[in-house]
């Protein structure tokens, strides 16, 4: 009876044995968020568009201050031969549109940050579903980010996918049609 119960038991422990285990492979790689938003085209042609706006517009407030630098240097130059009374009242004036035209410099810089901010968080928002989508197309168990918020401390290179996004994002970018910005669209009418 005992030789009979080991038999049974050696029977089963060699069939459970015999089962493959199934292990599932975890495919994992990461992408340098940092090289990718350099290399990304639409984030390069977003950083030109708002590069060329601050240019613009400071080129317009530039010339303000130019125009006010000027003018204090002739405040300086007629304060004597105008009198104390002139002097104080031309000052009061001058420190007036000093201050505007910081107050004008700062509105301009929050303006274009907050525009470009919008601009550029929906960006992000398409590359991070972007990379999601390839993920699932391709059979990723995970992809994490490194650079400047870096996620990840080490990774061997051979899982970096960083350029095969950058050129499918870049393929896809010049794929899209273009639209005209707002902007030029009312500056036409």
Avoid: H
């Avoid at 002139?86 to 549109?97: F, H, N, T, V």
């Avoid at 992809?143 to 080490?154: M, N």
């Avoid at 996918?161 to 009312?186: R, V």
């Amino acid at each position: 009876m005992k030789k009979a119960l080991v038999i049974i038991a050696l029977s089963i422990l060699v069939v459970s044995c015999n089962k493959a285990t199934e292990v599932k492979e975890v495919k994992t790689a990461y992408v340098d968020t940092s090289v990718l938003m350099k290399e990304y085209t639409e984030a390069k042609d977003l950083e030109a568009k708002y590069k060329a706006q601050a240019e613009e517009k400071g080129r317009q407030l530039q010339a303000e201050i130019t125009r006010f630098k000027q003018d204090a240097a002739n405040f300086q130059s007629q304060a004597q031969a105008n009198g104390q009374a002139w002097a104080q009242q031309r000052g009061a004036e001058l420190q007036k549109r000093e201050q505007q035209l910081g107050y004008a410099q700062q509105a301009l810089s929050q303006q274009l940050q907050q525009e470009s901010g919008v601009e550029m968080d929906s960006l992000i928002n398409g590359v991070k579903k972007f990379i999601k989508d390839y993920g699932k197309k391709n059979g990723y168990s995970y992809i994490y980010g490194t650079g400047d918020a870096a996620s990840i401390l080490y990774a061997e290179e051979k899982y970096d996918i960083t350029k095969d996004i950058i050129k499918a994002l870049n393929d896809k970018y010049k794929a899209e049609p273009k639209t005209e910005a707002p902007a030029k669209e009312e500056a036409k009418k």
